[in-house]
Structures are given as C-alpha cells and as structure tokens.
C-alpha cells in the first residue's frame, strides 16, 4: 500500500573511486627498478664493485638509457609542439539542454527552480525539491498561487511502483468568498510521508525571498499590468499606487513571519495554526470555522498499450482526462474537441505548476490555484497572504490534472513521463492533446534511434494556450522540457 512507502533516498555520490587506490598500491608492491640507479647506494662495497668486472659496464648502460630516454622525451615535444598539447582530452560527455545525470526541476520562475535544484544538491528527492519550490513560489508569484490557494499533486515513486494523489480536502471558506488557506498543512502531509530533507530546511529560502526582498520577474509584472493594483497595495505597488514593474524590489515581511514561526512548528498538526489564527482575527472572527483536511490516496489508473497512466481522483479533473484518452486512444484519432477555446487576451494565468524528476523515474506534479488571478484580492494585513477566490467554487476542480506515464508495469526501470498542465481552466482537454500528441511522434526505427539518443521530445503545441510541463526519465537520466518551448526556467544536475 502507497500510504505505508517510506521516503525516496539517494545513493550518496562519491568523490573518488576505491579501484584507484587499489591501482596504486599495487603498483607499489610490484614496482622494483629494472636498472640499478646510479645515484642511490648500493648495499655492497666499492670493494665488492672493484671486484665485479661487470659493475661498471652496468652502471655506464644505466646511463645510456636515462640519456636516450631524455633525448626521446625532448623531441616528442619538440614536434607536438607544447606539454599541453599532448594531455588527453577531459572526460565525460555534453548533454543538450534540459538534460541532467541526477535530477532537475522545472518551475514558472528561476529562483523557484533555483531553489528546488539546491535542495536536491543537499541531498534531498523530488518531494524535498517540489515543495521547496511550491513555497518559493508562494512568495514570487501571488498572482497565480501563494499560502492561500489549493494544491494537488501526484507523486510517482520508482521504488515501489506506485502513484499518490495529493488533494487539499473539500474547498472550505473563512466567510463567503474567501477560501480556508490549505497550502502548508497539504504541502507538510506530502513532505512527512515521502520527503528526506528536515522541514525546516525547506523553509529557508522562500523566507529569506519574503523578508529580503526578490526581484519582480515578467509573468508577476503582466499580471499586474493587466489586473490592476486593486487590493494589491503596498504589496505589489510603488507608492503611488502604480504597479511594480518587471525588476522591481518587492518585500513582504509579513509573510516572512508566517513561514519562520511554519519552520518552528514542531510537528504536522500544527501546520497553519498560526496563520489561521491570524487570519481570523483579521476578519473579525473568534476563530476559523473549519480546519483543512488534505488527503494522500491512491491515484487512479488505466491501462494502456503504452503503459500504465496515473491521475488524480475527484475532486481534481483527472475524472474527465481518463475517459477523454480512451476514446481517443480506441478511435485512434483526435479525441473530440481536443482544444478548448481559445482565452480572452485580458485574461492571465490562474493557476501555477512544476514538475520534479530524477533519472530513477521518481516525478513529482504540482499544481495550485487561488481560483483567479491574485485570487480574492482579500490580502491580510497581518500575514502577508492573499486569500483565494471562491466565489465559483464550481471552478475548483478543473485547475489539476497532472498524468504520469509509466512504460511498463513490470520493469523498475521502464521509461516515465510527467505531464501538468497550467494557464487554463481546461486542463483535461489540454493535458490530452499534449499526451496525444507525445505518443504519436515519429514511429520510424531511424527516428527511434534519434529519440533514444536525445530523450523525449516536445509535444508541438498546447492548443494555442497555456503552459504544459513535461518531465522524463528516459535512458537513466532526468529530461525537463516546456511547451511552450523555454517559457519555464529549468535547472539540475
């Protein structure tokens, strides 16, 4: 049973390899001198020499040799040209990018990715890395996420085999309108059951990018540009109420507290007590009405020719994507309006995703939603935190749907692919199509050749909107890629 697998370890790398240190002491056992050395004294006499006719004759071949062997040694040079030119060239091998030995992590903002890359340098998985950017991306992009919005993931574990969805429970509010933040006690559920790396270490770094300040990055600056500053000041404005643009310093202290007393919180039921405490204070409550219940359950499965395919179960939309891909797959065609139509250029993204992976075929997808662009626009004065909007609570389940791949059910060490789709509130229809179009690329053996020497390869198209990440192991490494191509920064090692 899923619920009972432990964390996902790592084989620590080591610096130098035993074989070596075998090689050499070895040589030193068996390395004796094939000629006397003329420098070094002998252990019998210069009488003895005296009476040994052939001492002498052995002593001037010794000679000889270091002389010729000097002379060789000059003009090898000599014709090479230079020292340098005769050292072997380095070891190892390029990788295109997106490509990495280990591990990678792909998010909507480099920091966040940053981040997940130096968590999983520490020694921690792709669940340390995932969450560790899912919160890194709480503080540099409320307008798609943040402590306030519902999560889902899915998470594939090499070792076992198996899938878990992640949910953040039934949408629940504070008062009408205004969702019951979920992130930290979803997020803590995920990390304590399959994580490595100390609770608190995830922390670090989305508080220090709260009370240090981070850099307004361009998906950040274009939503504000085109949603306004209502209900976002001094947050995200300058002081004339005009919103920060791209490369602007932006701070939020608040925040900063809410995630240092998180790393303190001694144990998982403590998670977000503070900030719903607060929280309830700053409406006017006595205290919140409802508690958070996220949940880890098996994900749902179905068979395919190609493997097995894992989603999440309601009230996510994996439910509708399952049914999709089977007609398709039976008619083998397109599946019926595959595309969704078309967004409003008004409109921004409403939801955030990223995508961990290592070259094992553990993945991790998450995805999360304040229901619209910076959510309710309720920011609490006293943690830092914009509340979600839930005024259409029938929206909720179409922002997940994250799909993993696996080749064969039978092989540990089968070919995994990860799917998530952002940007859109149709992301069943769209996960579809990407995965449609991944599974009819080039059939020709040539082609197969070329994919097995350069990883999986982008699906062209997302239907015009959105984002879709997609992650990979494939031939014992990580592979990171986006449709569209470079709208997700990326990192690994």
């Known amino acids: 049973m899923e619920g009972m697998a432990g964390p996902v370890g790592y084989q620590k790398l080591l610096l130098w390899e035993q074989s070596w ?17 003329p420098w070094k004294p002998q252990e019998s006499s210069w009488k003895e020499v005296g009476a040994r006719p052939g001492a002498w004759a052995q002593l001037v071949a010794a000679l000889l040799l270091l002389a010729v062997g000097f002379s060789l040694a000059v003009w090898q040079i000599h014709t090479r040209g230079s020292l340098d030119s005769v050292v072997p060239p380095p070891r190892g091998h390029a990788h ?50 943040g402590l306030g919005a519902m999560f889902w993931g899915l998470f594939h574990n090499s070792s076992s085999g198996n899938s878990t969805a992640l949910t953040s429970g039934p949408a629940q509010t504070l008062v009408p309108g205004l969702g019951l933040p979920s992130a930290l006690p979803t997020l803590r559920l995920l990390h304590t059951r399959f994580g490595r790396l100390p609770w608190s270490q995830l922390l670090v770094g989305p508080t220090t990018l709260a009370r240090d300040g981070f850099l307004v990055d361009t998906p950040l600056a274009r939503a504000l540009a085109a949603q306004g500053t209502k209900g976002l000041c001094p947050l995200l ?3 004339d109420g005009t919103p920060l643009g791209p490369g602007a310093h932006a701070t939020n202290p ?3 507290d809410i995630l240092h007393r998180e790393a303190l919180a001694p144990s998982q039921d403590f ?9 309830a204070k700053d409406l006017g409550l006595e205290g919140p009405s409802a508690e958070p219940m996220p949940t880890l359950e098996p994900a749902l499965q179905l068979s395919l020719a190609q493997g097995i395919l894992f989603t999440t179960p309601s009230p996510t ?4 994507l399952l049914p999709l891909l089977e007609t398709a797959l039976q008619s083998r065609g397109p599946s019926p309006d595959p595309c969704p139509p078309p967004l409003q250029a008004t409109e921004t993204p409403m939801s955030s995703a990223l995508a ?20 309710s626009r309720h920011l609490s004065p006293s943690t830092g935190v914009l509340l979600s909007n839930l005024v259409d609570t029938s929206a909720v389940s179409t922002w997940a749907c994250p799909l993993i791949l696996r080749g064969s059910p039978d092989d540990t060490e089968a070919d995994v692919l990860g799917l998530v789709a952002s940007g859109t509130s149709s992301v069943a229809r769209v996960t579809t199509h990407a995965l449609l179009s991944h599974l009819d690329g080039p059939q020709t053996q040539a082609q197969h050749q070329h ?4 990883g999986p390869t982008e699906s062209p198209s997302v239907c015009g909107q959105g984002t879709v990440l997609q992650v990979a192991a494939h031939a014992e490494h990580a592979h990171v890629s986006s449709v569209p191509s470079g709208c997700c920064p990326f990192q690994g090692f």
């Not at 075998?22 to 050395?37: A, C, G, H, N």
């Not at 998670?271 to 929280?279: A, I």
């Not at 961990?356 to 959510?375: C, E, K, R």
């Open 254 to 256: 608040k925040l900063a």
């Open 96 to 145: 295109r990018p997106g490509v990495y030995h280990h591990g990678a992590i792909i998010s909507p903002a480099a920091v966040c990715s940053h981040q997940g890359q130096e968590l999983l340098v520490a020694g921690g998985n792709v669940v340390d890395a995932g969450v560790g950017a899912a919160l890194c991306l709480a503080v540099v992009h409320p307008h798609a996420t």
């Open 317 to 320: 939309a994996g439910p509708e």
């Open 271 to 279: 998670t977000g007590d503070d900030l719903l405490s607060l929280l």
């Open 451 to 454: 994919q097995a020497q350069q």
């Open 237 to 239: 404005c300058h002081t």
């Open 356 to 375: 961990t992976v290592d070259s094992s075929g553990s993945v991790l997808l998450l995805i999360s939603s304040l229901n619209s662009s910076f959510g």
């Open 21 to 37: 240190e075998s090689e050499e002491e070895e040589e030193e056992e068996i390395s004796q001198p094939l000629v006397l050395d």
